[in-house]
């Protein structure tokens, strides 16, 4: 079944044993999570949840998400788009005894009750790919960043020491 209107809570087991499909548009807006982090919210997430079972026998979501958001950058504070493509698989467990048991493949979705709330699925694995720190590139970017941040000259010192000690070198000289 392919759905392209939102449902509120969802049940991962059931959909998994009809191997149902959701698929949509969910506005950036409605993220309560994500919307304080982004400079501009006016645009969508594009999503696609396909439930399944494995040879295991484990509910497995594969979800993909893809979204342009609008975010400040961290140097110069201005606006600037940052894309999202995401895909994962997510199997369904009970607790985290059940979660290190999953092949590295799997992350796990740890369910306390029998559904799950779409929207909030969806803006976890949104949140999750947002960098801490957005940035332009340094040609890309308005502020200036201080020479030496981008020396080189640290990069040629080995050691962790190897500074302490050019510093103290030249306290002597």
């Not at 997510?90 to 029998?114: C, F, G, I």
Request: hydrophobic letters at 40%; aromatic letters at 4%.
């Amino acid at each position: 079944m392919n759905s392209t209107h939102l449902r509120k809570n969802i049940n991962p087991v059931q959909l998994a044993k009809q191997t149902e499909e959701i698929q949509g548009k969910l506005p950036l807006i409605d993220c309560e999570r994500l919307d304080p982090l982004l400079r501009e919210s006016g645009a969508s997430v594009d999503f696609l949840l396909q439930f399944m079972q494995d040879d295991a026998m484990r509910t497995i979501v594969r979800m993909s998400v893809s979204a342009e958001c609008i975010v400040e950058c961290g140097r110069c504070l201005r606006p600037m788009p940052y894309q999202i493509a995401h895909s994962v698989e997510l199997a369904v467990v009970a607790n985290n005894d059940e979660a290190s048991e999953l092949p590295s493949s799997y992350e796990p979705l740890l369910l306390t009750e029998s559904v799950v709330d779409l929207v909030s699925l969806i803006e976890d694995e949104l949140l999750l790919n947002l960098p801490v720190m957005p940035s332009h590139s340094e040609s890309e970017c308005s502020a200036s960043i201080p020479r030496q941040w981008t020396s080189n000259e640290t990069e040629k010192l080995s050691g962790p020491f190897a500074i302490l000690k050019k510093l103290s070198d030249s306290n002597f000289e």
